[in-house]
């Protein structure tokens, strides 16, 4: 396709763009099956930070005049694409991965495409309800029973910042001023920006220490809700972490809810990492008393399996999501509704003009069930027990300790005296496995154990090939320690 004067396509040159750019898509997902891309350019490129990329792709002047298709996808794959990270890898093993399915993609393409409004139930009613049931099955997924509700957000730091403004409509407007928020040391710092979003300074954020498993330790937090109480302050909200990023930790949601109740605090469980196991046996236990939670951040970019941007805040009572956010209607906006059963999102969340987001979702889940996602969750809890069995008989390899069950996060290490050796070595055992593009893992710093390496097991293509290809690299790079 050449360049064009007008923004309107005729049919055959939209046929053209979609065959085109679907052509180089199937390639890219054929390239990246047959590891023609590794898992990260971090590690093996003379760009490591991007710089040079950044130089080459970067443009000050706006486009004065149209360029073909060939070149600009040819921007987008041969230069944006090789360098950094790449998250739809198998083998890419830091942070939280999100494989990114395909079929979620496509989804997200139809509803661009359509581009209807579900701001308001009026304007757009099937897309609305079928992101209304995309809603409430997260809601079944997580514990939840009728009258619950929620709102699909871009992330799990929007849904953290709405469960925060939820906490603070039910503490009360007044309470703003002396408002107070706990987490556990081990917490998500976007805990920390949510507070600040609605007015919470970082001085009035607890951090609460952990026990030895890295749960959350409920008798200092219970000193600290009392200590603040004593002084003046307002508990508005303590955040339960299902899943921290850093071991894959759960604290005891049920002990949580049961003293929140007794001190009339809003629970909120920040379920980013681990909200989906749920669907699993092992994961059911784990989240054992999620359902009391008064809101769940979940995200279905992680354990679903979503692409990046799919989100959500749920809540266990539907009129308090909307206390916290309804404005009431406009002038301009004459078509909203006051029947919770045909809801109008924009009074259930910050946005009004938004993308209708339910298709990302709905049509994975549809295509294949429910059982599916189980299967490949519990899937990847096989995998990293596996793992971490196998890293454990290694000769100078430490396992951290995982809990029983343990969402799939393991945490390893070279074997050193010196804690300081120790977080040497690690670094460079890091560096060493990540060379070889096959796997990409983190490292990250624990209070009792130092620096690790770690890993998590959360693509829904890695496999035991990808295991053992990864136990390859390690045992290549501890020869080369």
Not at 272 to 280: Q, V
Request: proline share 3%; charged share 20%.
């Amino acid at each position: 396709m050449g360049q064009t004067s007008t923004l309107d396509l005729a049919l055959d040159q939209q046929k053209y763009l979609l065959d085109t750019v679907s052509a180089r898509l199937l390639r890219y997902q054929e390239d990246l099956a047959t590891g023609k891309y590794p898992a990260s350019y971090l590690h093996n490129s003379d760009d490591a930070d991007g710089r040079l990329i950044g130089a080459l792709l970067r443009e000050d002047d706006v486009p004065q005049h149209g360029t073909s298709l060939e070149v600009l996808l040819s921007e987008i794959f041969d230069k944006a694409m090789t360098n950094g990270m790449i998250h739809p890898h198998p083998g890419f093993m830091a942070h939280v991965p999100s494989g990114g399915l395909f079929q979620a993609a496509v989804g997200e393409f139809i509803s661009r495409t359509l581009n209807r409004f579900p701001g308001a139930w009026a304007a757009s009613p099937g897309f609305t309800q079928i992101e209304t049931n995309v809603i409430r099955w997260f809601c079944s997924m997580l514990g939840y029973g009728a009258g619950s509700f929620g709102y699909l957000t871009t992330g799990g730091s929007i849904a953290n910042f709405m469960a925060l403004r939820c906490a603070l409509a039910q503490a009360g407007e007044a309470a703003q001023q002396r408002a107070t928020v706990y987490v556990s040391s081990q917490g998500h710092f976007s805990v920390a920006k949510a507070a600040r979003m609605v007015g919470i300074p970082g001085d009035r954020v607890r951090s609460i220490g952990v026990n030895r498993d890295y749960s959350i330790d409920v008798d200092e937090l219970r000193r600290a809700v009392n200590h603040d109480i004593d002084r003046g302050y307002v508990p508005a909200c303590v955040v339960g972490t299902a899943g921290t990023t850093n071991t894959g930790a759960v604290d005891d949601l049920a002990q949580l809810a049961d003293f929140c109740a007794r001190y009339n605090i809003w629970m909120h469980a920040d379920a980013c990492f681990g909200g989906f196991f749920r669907l699993t046996g092992r994961g059911k236990a784990l989240l054992a008393g999620s359902g009391e939670a008064d809101s769940i951040a979940v995200d279905a970019h992680k354990s679903l399996f979503l692409p990046h941007g799919i989100s959500a805040l749920l809540v266990k009572d539907q009129s308090q999501l909307k206390a916290a956010f309804e404005i009431g209607s406009a002038a301009y906006v004459p078509e909203l509704s006051n029947d919770d059963n045909f809801v109008d999102f924009c009074n259930y969340g910050p946005e009004l003009t938004r993308e209708a987001r339910g298709l990302t979702a709905w049509l994975p889940i549809k295509l294949h069930g429910i059982k599916a996602f189980e299967r490949c969750l519990d899937e990847k809890l096989d995998l990293a027990e596996d793992l971490a069995d196998r890293l454990a008989q290694l000769d100078g390899i430490k396992v951290v300790d995982r809990g029983e069950p343990h969402l799939p996060t393991v945490g390893f290490g070279a074997r050193s005296a010196d804690r300081a050796e120790q977080a040497r070595r690690n670094e460079r055992l890091a560096e060493l496995i990540n060379s070889r593009g096959s796997v990409y893992l983190s490292t990250t710093t624990l209070p009792e154990e130092g620096l690790v390496v770690r890993s998590c097991i959360m693509h829904h293509q890695t496999d035991k090939v990808v295991i053992d290809q990864l136990l390859e690299d390690v045992t290549w790079s501890l020869g080369k320690l």
